[in-house]
């Protein structure tokens, strides 16, 4: 088995542990905000994300992308980082978790369309009914935690958001063809860190406040959800159609649900937790390789999925 098909086997993984780790930073910010605003937080995640890559940009065991892709690095850090930041934290003031959750459960739908029209990635109706199958685990989900509110003005902010990271996760793979994904997570992570700046000037007067707890916080958003968790996304999406990846993201409640149990106490009621399991069954389904389909087509004795469109 050749190097290129090891590192392709790993990428859906590499899919499912950014979602965990971007799944936990609900957690996190939680005591954070107490202290910060959302722009803030935001700042002082991606400053420390850049101080973690900084070492090893100056040392040379990171390769920043050339100079002639930067605008393009640039232009989607400011949309997918700094932007979708602002709206997600923003939107969090006025609306609940739970309406964020759903409109987020969007992002795989949103993120396929993009791809089949800017890449001619080809779904195969497996795949689209796993999505189908995913949304509506991820909606039980949501309704589980009785967390749905109204539909507010602040839920637009939410569907914006929705755009702004199909359109990021999409047009960086072009890209991620011609530069590694640490490098790019690193480039699109100073560029985020600057352009939310103007959102730091109160944070001097602030810092010294703060509390261990929120310290640790800070410092976990900074490094894990944000360096790990973008790093393995880029990864993944370098190695796996956008498409088949973006389904992980319909399993953000359901691993939401799992972390702020383990970690806050918050135990899931039981919408919640069949919710979860058939979220988990329809990602399985969308991005189950064509050969397991095959497997269970004939052990079922159903019709096999064209090879073409898996």
Excluded at 137 to 146: C, E, P, Y
Excluded at 164 to 190: D, E, H, M, W
Aim: glycine share 10%; with cysteine; hydrophobic share 55%.
């Amino acid at each position: 088995m050749g190097t290129h098909q090891v590192s392709s086997r790993w990428a859906l993984p590499a899919a499912a542990l950014a979602v965990l780790l971007w799944s936990s930073s609900y957690s996190a910010m939680a005591y954070a905000l107490r202290a910060f605003t959302p722009g803030e937080i935001s700042f002082l995640r991606f400053a420390l994300a850049s101080a973690a890559l900084a070492v090893p940009t100056c040392l040379g065991w990171i390769r920043l992308p050339p100079r002639g892709d930067w605008p393009a690095v640039v232009g989607l850090s400011f949309l997918g980082n700094v932007a979708y930041q602002l709206c997600l934290g923003y939107a969090l003031v006025h609306i609940t978790a739970g309406m964020v959750s759903v409109v987020l459960s969007m992002t795989p739908a949103a993120t396929s369309a993009l791809a089949v029209l800017h890449l001619k990635e080809r779904l195969s109706t497996r795949a689209v009914a796993g999505l189908g199958i995913a949304f509506g685990g991820a909606l039980l989900v949501t309704l589980g935690r009785g967390r749905v509110g109204h539909f507010e003005s602040g839920a637009l902010l939410v569907l914006l958001a929705v755009l702004l990271n199909a359109v990021y996760f999409v047009f960086q793979k072009p890209l991620l063809a011609r530069n590694s994904a640490i490098g790019f997570t690193a480039a699109s992570t100073y560029a985020a860190m600057l352009g939310l700046t103007p959102f730091a000037l109160a944070l001097p007067g602030k810092l010294p406040g703060v509390s261990a707890a929120q310290a640790c916080s800070l410092l976990y958003l900074g490094v894990l959800p944000t360096v790990v968790g973008y790093l393995c996304w880029s990864w993944a999406l370098a190695r796996a159609p956008a498409s088949r990846v973006s389904n992980f993201l319909y399993l953000l409640p359901v691993s939401g649900c799992a972390v702020a149990w383990m970690w806050l106490g918050e135990l899931p009621t039981w919408p919640a937790v069949m919710g979860g399991v058939i979220a988990l069954a329809g990602v399985a389904l969308a991005t189950a390789p064509a050969g397991v389909s095959r497997w269970l087509a004939g052990k079922f004795g159903g019709p096999a999925p064209d090879p073409g469109t898996s």
